[in-house]
């Protein structure tokens, strides 16, 4: 299997590298078990956190460069794209500044003698990243690791593999040492063999629901633990009492930043029927002003799809709810005049349960509408589904809105906003959406061994 650089705007094939080779592989993997062994553990958290701290000043220095590589490789809008750069940049120096305090020990108080946790690296770690935020989506799982003492090697998707590249050097001329940060070019096959290696300890996966199920069943065939980022249909509840023109302005950046391709996008808009009217309306119109274009033009709006085969299985989707009767009120439909994989800003309503679309996660920027009786209504339609990621209410009565968020089965609820992410808040979710938790205290937590030490 070879690693495709491929423009989405255009179609024009930029670069192509070639999986490595088993003699390669062994290679990458002995050099990453020894720097774990014998230097990177042995730092101290300020040698590492030079490391990090001098990684994020780079991002800082040259945005541009790192983004365009985004643009290019999977056609996110250029000024989205240094957004990424400079999130990527804050994870970074979040966990440079914070890891010691997060892995602190912990002074225990037992009925005699003395005891306490300490928490130390457990080793080689496997992540396996996917296309939608080249860097954010790496360097969530890279960051808080390095800091605990560990080293990573990362599987990344294999249409951005000049992003990949470009990460791996940004290491490299941060001063990780050979093997602390580890790029692979590898097969679904050599995947396999990755987990099942001894050297390796534990394994991350952001992507779907399949990917996650193949790769958590052969972690635990090994007794090795994961963590699992998946899919979503997060859902976007507006109340009667809320701020309209808030609510749409929420609405438009959290189903169409990305042009929808995010697990955390808002996808299903539950509307009290108090206010659905006049929300469609105004949600309608904000999205038929979105304009097609170059992705590196600021003046573009609407950027492709990742590639052909993403808008084919998008379209597949909409195809399919309007044979389960739903209607297609605006969009459905590729855009022409385009070379470019671009699917119209579409709303599909009179969705029921029988429906396809109501239990499918779509990924692009397609929203499915639905208007609810009262609160009640939209919090068993929003627990309705088989993910738990993240969601939205949106009301001007905050303690409210605090207790429907208690009530809704996700990971994550914003009140009057849609879903963001930063350093210091945890990311993750349930159900079919994976377990574990990224960003925070919490995201450092994951693979450490938390020991006891016990002075009798």
């Not at 990424?84 to 440079?96: K, N, P």
């Not at 309007?322 to 070379?339: E, P």
Request: proline share 5%; glycine share 8%; hydrophobic share 40%.
């Amino acid at each position: 299997m070879s690693y495709q650089s491929t423009n989405p705007y255009d179609g024009k094939v930029l670069q192509t590298f070639e999986q490595i080779d088993a003699a390669q592989l062994e290679q990458k993997l002995k050099q990453a078990s020894d720097c774990f062994e014998n230097v990177w553990r042995q730092k101290t958290f300020a040698e590492r956190s030079a490391v990090l701290a001098r990684a994020a000043a780079i991002l800082r220095e040259r945005p541009q460069e790192f983004a365009e590589l985004i643009t290019l490789e999977m056609g996110k809008l250029l000024p989205q794209s240094l957004g990424e750069v400079a999130l990527s940049a804050a994870i970074l120096d979040y966990y440079a500044e914070h890891a010691e305090r997060f892995l602190a020990p912990e002074k225990l108080t037992p009925r005699r003698g003395e005891a306490m946790v300490e928490s130390s690296p457990i080793g080689v770690l496997f992540g396996v990243e996917p296309w939608n935020y080249p860097y954010y989506q790496i360097v969530r799982f890279a960051a808080p690791n390095l800091m605990a003492g560990n080293v990573v090697m990362v599987k990344h998707a294999s249409n951005v593999p000049q992003c990949a590249l470009a990460f791996e050097r940004l290491m490299q001329e941060a001063g990780a040492p050979a093997g602390a940060y580890t790029n692979l070019f590898i097969s679904k096959d050599q995947v396999s063999q990755v987990i099942d290696d001894a050297r390796i300890r534990a394994v991350a996966l952001t992507g779907s629901e399949a990917a996650g199920a193949v790769v958590a069943a052969r972690a635990g065939q090994n007794l090795k633990k994961t963590t699992l980022e998946l899919g979503g249909s997060d859902a976007f509840i507006v109340l009667e009492d809320a701020d309209l023109d808030k609510a749409v302005k929420h609405a438009i950046s959290g189903r169409m930043s990305n042009s929808g391709q995010a697990c955390t996008a808002s996808k299903r808009f539950i509307v009290v029927d108090a206010m659905a009217d006049r929300f469609l309306e105004k949600f309608q119109a904000a999205l038929e002003k979105f304009q097609p274009g170059d992705p590196m033009d600021k003046q573009t709006t609407l950027a492709p799809l990742s590639s052909k085969e993403a808008l084919k299985n998008l379209l597949g989707q909409v195809d399919g709810a309007v044979a389960g009767g739903a209607r297609v009120l605006i969009g459905g439909k590729r855009i022409d005049g385009q070379a470019g994989p671009f699917m119209q800003p579409t709303i599909l309503t009179d969705i029921d349960k029988n429906n396809p679309a109501y239990k499918q996660e779509f990924f692009g920027p397609v929203a499915l509408f639905f208007r609810v009786a009262d609160e009640d209504a939209a919090v068993a339609l929003a627990n309705d589904s088989p993910f738990g990621l993240g969601g939205s209410v949106f009301t001007q009565d905050i303690e409210r809105g605090k207790r429907l968020a208690r009530r809704i089965d996700t990971g994550m609820v914003f009140i009057n906003s849609d879903l963001t992410s930063s350093p210091e808040l945890p990311f993750g979710g349930v159900k079919n959406s994976g377990y574990g938790r990224e960003l925070s205290g919490a995201g450092i937590q994951e693979f450490v061994n938390k020991k006891l030490i016990r002075v009798s």
